[in-house]
C-alpha cells in the first residue's frame, strides 16, 4: 500500500520514469543485492536519461532536418572528395559552436554538402544546443511571412537565440535587395552569439559577386567568412548516385 501511495506521489509531481523505474526494479531479482545508494542511483539515472531524451526529442523536432539519418559517425571518408576526418573530428568538439563560428561547405550539387551540414547540426542537437536546418529559399520566405505579420523583430530574436543556424543551398537564384538586407539582419543579429553552417554550390571566392557586391555583400561576408572552418567538396561521381547504389545493397551510406 506504501508503495502505490509513493508511485501516485511521483507520477502527481510529474516523476513519470521515476515512479516505472521504482516498480519495475523492486520487481527484479538481480537488484536485491544492491545498496540503498546503488539503488537510489539507478532510480536517479533512468529519470534523468528519461527527461535528457525528452530534451533531445524536443531540440530535434524544432531542428526540422531533412535527414535525420545524417550523422557524425556516418560520414564516408572513402570517395575522394576533400572530406577530412580530422578536420570533422575536430568539429565534433563542439568548440567552433562555443566560439560562434561558421561553417562553410562548398561542392557541386550531389557531393554530400546538405548530409554534412545536417551531420554536424544532428551532432550539436544530441550536445545540447538549440538549432535550426533552413534552406535558405524558406528563411528569406520567412521574412516575408514575418514582415506581412507584423513579427519581423521577433523572427530576428528567435534566429539569434539558436545555437546553431544551419542554412542550406545558398547561392541557388538571385537575391533581390530586399532580400539580401533581410539575410544580413539574420547574420548580424546572431553575430557574436550563435554559429552558423552555410552549403553552397558556389565557392566562396564568389560569393561577394552572388550577393552583388557593395556595403551589404561586405558586411555579410565579414560575419560569416572571418575565422570560418571552411569544407570544400569535390566527387567525381554524385555522391547521390552512391547512396541509391548502397542503399539497393543495403549498406550503410554516407
Known amino acids: 500500500m506504501l508503495l502505490e501511495q509513493t ?11 521515476l515512479a516505472k523505474s521504482l516498480k519495475e526494479r523492486l520487481e527484479r531479482q538481480d537488484h536485491q543485492s544492491l545498496s540503498k545508494a546503488e539503488f537510489i542511483g539507478l532510480l536517479v539515472d533512468d529519470e534523468w536519461l528519461h527527461r535528457e531524451n525528452r530534451k533531445l526529442s524536443a531540440r530535434l523536432r524544432v531542428a ?3 535527414d535525420r539519418a545524417a550523422s557524425i559517425e556516418g560520414l564516408n571518408y572513402k570517395t575522394a572528395r576533400g572530406l577530412r576526418k580530422d578536420q570533422l573530428l575536430e568539429l565534433a568538439q563542439n568548440r567552433w559552436i562555443t566560439a560562434h563560428q561558421s561553417v562553410l561547405i ?3 550539387s550531389g557531393s554530400g ?3 554534412v551540414a545536417q551531420a554536424l547540426g544532428q551532432h550539436a542537437c544530441r550536445s545540447g544546443f538549440s538549432v535550426q536546418y533552413l534552406r535558405l529559399p524558406a528563411l528569406l520566405n520567412h521574412f516575408v511571412q514575418a514582415r506581412a505579420e507584423g513579427t519581423y523583430d521577433r523572427l530576428l530574436k528567435r534566429l539569434a537565440k539558436l545555437s546553431v543556424l544551419v542554412i542550406d543551398d545558398f547561392g541557388l537564384a538571385a537575391m533581390s535587395d530586399r532580400e539580401k538586407q533581410d539575410l544580413l539582419e539574420a547574420i548580424e543579429e546572431r553575430y557574436g552569439s550563435g554559429a552558423t553552417v552555410v552549403t553552397a554550390q558556389l565557392p566562396v ?11 551589404v555583400a561586405d558586411a555579410i561576408l565579414d560575419r560569416l567568412v572571418h ?8 566527387s567525381p561521381e554524385s555522391m547521390r548516385k552512391e547512396y541509391s547504389a548502397l542503399q539497393h545493397d543495403g549498406q550503410s551510406v554516407e
Open 113 to 115: 554538402k546538405s548530409f
Open 64 to 66: 526540422k532536418f531533412k
Open 227 to 234: 575565422a570560418a572552418h571552411r569544407i570544400e567538396l569535390r
Open 7 to 17: 508511485i501516485d506521489k511521483l507520477i502527481a509531481m510529474k516523476l513519470f520514469a
Open 205 to 215: 571566392s564568389d560569393w561577394h559577386e552572388y550577393l552583388g557586391g557593395g556595403r
Open 106 to 108: 562548398t561542392g557541386l
